[in-house]
């Protein structure tokens, strides 16, 4: 290329200006070949307005972006093509059925994998290659027909199972936990406990306690398909002579409608001041009897200096501050308000963190088309912890309690259609409850969000500040058109990966599109995501997985299988390896060219 000539032919007499013209026309990896000729050729290579050029090309940006994670945009290039993991490495075939679901323990040194054929997998995956750990059937041990989801908890020690019961037809599922002992490369059985439905999946509360669900229908009241779920926080391990006794204590209980049910439940552990403010002034305003636009407006007639002299109403103090019992017990005043905290001995300056209960539900149709969330304060919390393992017979009274509002449903709604009916009945007669009484023993959600279609997926971002979120939308999800509760609008092909924002609990305008699904309403099912710092991974059933830049919504790659990607999950250390799960009975390890390089591995 002319280098070391001085003839004035050479590259290092190009005036700057049409070195750079040329060089727009070529590659980002031939920019950064060109960039080891010579001093003049790095300082042109790298300039900052032709990587500009190159980053909104190459990825197909609006010529507006803006630089988002890094201070250049060569840098920026790099993050989104050297670093994220697009290199197929391994393809491992040890199911014998389709693999379902796949997750990383958060110390990224392990990996379960659930499957069709009713085994989890545990694999070593901070080598390569990937090697299997342990492997348990759990067909014959715990009845159950498949394994469908895993999760590991907090310090990577214990081992969440979510598996369908037998036979075909049931809709009943059930957790156990596993410890992990490495050093001997197996699993011990620690408990087990009741999931219905399955596909309320389960989840960690905190390193040594799990939520699961429980399903009891309301038979006929004057609420069409009502029904009950229960959740329970458990231990993960129980000092009792048997394995299924590991219900700890009552957690929530939501009353259903339209025959939808409460699904798939996550819990966050980050609650924005906002927030928390905001839902317990509703429950301030739920317990006086009065709607949030009632107690907000009281509470903004309501005026207080403060320190700086300015005038703040009560309502800005309530939706600020992290606890309202404070407030309360502050009573507000200018001087108690400026005490240090640690002079007040209120529960939420605790080491113990607020919650925030994440799950899907409905209530237009039985597909599940709303998110709802429900604040667990940290007094609550606490509570809970420190309750002593519930009896069975405390249990049992619980659901006697429930099955009691089942029949007094049934008697109201017996005598909302037909009050002047006497008919005999052989049933012990129920204590006179309105429905209205009945709908207040159940719990509410603080917020809930419409998603206008059938919600196939969650995760929550490792800031754990914003909820990622699959849906299929309805054909016409802005119109407010009534349908009937069983019979829901067809869904279109497309999925779209929408965000919700968990401090001001509104949908962000980002959606990432591309993925496609294509099964009816009445046999829908997950499609598992993940997200990462600077990627967002999904399944999708056109035999793809689908990888974007979670900061500027372009696809980055898509992972091939030869049937529907299940699942796709990031390794939460080591951001350049995601692991998919597909129909296709295989597992694909992927990774990043700069992690490749590092661990000196030859693609597949």
């Known amino acids: ?81 050297y670093e994220v993991p697009k290199k197929l490495v391994q393809a491992i075939e040890a199911h014998v059925d389709e693999v379902l679901h796949v997750a990383f323990s958060p110390d990224g040194q392990l990996m379960s994998s659930c499957s069709k054929d009713c085994t989890v997998k545990v694999w070593w995956c901070d080598r ?32 969440l199972l979510s598996g369908v019961h037998k036979p075909a037809n049931n809709t009943s599922g059930e957790i156990a936990i596993y410890s992990i002992d490495r050093e001997e490369e197996t699993m011990h059985f620690r408990c087990r406990v009741m999931n219905r439905p399955y596909d309320v999946f389960g989840c960690w509360f905190d390193n040594m306690h799990i939520l699961n669900g429980e399903h009891f229908t309301m038979g006929n009241t004057p609420v069409f398909g009502a029904s009950a779920s229960q959740l329970w926080l458990c231990k993960a391990a129980q000092d009792t002579h048997t394995e299924r006794t590991a219900v700890l204590a009552p957690f929530f209980r939501f009353l259903n409608r339209n025959g939808a049910n409460l699904r798939m439940i ?50 800005d103090r309530v939706v ?24 007040c001995s209120c529960i939420c300056h605790s080491t113990t963190s607020d919650r925030l209960l994440i799950f899907t539900t ?46 007094q449903s049934k008697a109201a709604a017996a005598r909302a259609y037909d009050s002047s009916s006497e008919e005999d009945s052989s049933e012990e007669e129920e204590e006179v409850v309105s429905w209205e009484t009945i709908v207040k023993m159940f719990d509410q959600p603080d917020h809930t969000i419409d998603m206008k279609g059938h919600i196939i997926g969650l995760a929550i971002s490792p ?17 407010d058109e009534k349908f009937p509760p069983l019979d829901p609008p067809p869904l279109i092909d497309k999925i779209e990966l929408r965000v919700i924002d968990l401090q001001s609990m509104l949908i962000t305008p980002q959606v990432y599109r591309g993925h496609k699904g294509f099964t009816p309403n009445e046999q829908c099912f ?22 974007w830049s979670r900061q500027y919504g372009c696809i980055l790659d898509v992972f091939r299988h030869g049937s529907v990607v299940n699942s796709v999950a990031i390794n939460p250390v080591d951001q350049g390896m995601v692991a998919t799960a597909s129909d296709d009975r295989t597992i694909k390890i992927w990774r990043s060219r700069k992690r490749i390089n590092e661990m000196k591995i030859f693609e597949a």
């Open 526 to 547: 997950f499609i598992f995501l993940d997200v990462g710092h600077h990627i967002v991974c999904s399944g999708s059933e056109d035999c793809k997985g689908y990888m």
């Open 463 to 479: 800031d754990h500040r914003q909820l990622y979120v699959n849906v299929r939308p309805w054909p016409d999800a802005d119109a």
């Open 1 to 81: 290329m002319g280098n070391g000539r001085s003839d004035g032919l050479g590259l290092d007499s190009c005036p700057d200006e049409v070195l750079i013209k040329i060089l727009r026309f070529l590659s980002a990896k031939e920019l950064v070949t060109v960039s080891n000729v010579n001093s003049q050729c790095f300082r042109v290579a790298y300039d900052e307005l032709l990587w500009r050029s190159r980053f909104i090309s190459d990825f197909e940006l609006t010529p507006s972006t803006t630089l988002k994670v890094n201070n250049s945009w060569s840098e920026e290039y790099k993050m989104l093509s």
């Open 128 to 159: 390569h290659p990937v090697t299997l750990m342990h492997e348990r059937d759990l067909s014959s041990s715990l009845n159950w027909r498949y394994t469908q989801y895993s999760q590991f908890n907090g310090d990577s020690s214990l081992l």
């Open 320 to 343: 600020a501050l992290s606890c309202v019992n404070c407030v309360l017990k502050h009573k507000l005043t200018r001087e108690e308000y400026g005490a240090p905290i640690d002079e």
């Open 362 to 407: 409905g209530s237009s149709t039985f597909t599940p088309h709303q998110i709802g969330f429900k604040l667990v304060t940290a007094a609550e919390v606490l509570k809970l912890l420190q309750a002593e393992v519930l009896p069975q017979h405390r249990r049992d009274a619980i659901r006697a309690e429930l099955e009691k509002l089942r029949r």
């Open 266 to 315: 996550m819990v966050g552990d980050y609650v924005s001041d906002q927030v928390r403010g905001t839902f317990r002034l509703a429950d301030m305003a739920l317990a006086e009897n009065k709607s949030l636009a009632q107690k907000t407006a009281e509470l903004m007639e309501v005026d207080e200096t403060d320190s700086t002299g300015a005038s703040k109403s009560l309502i």
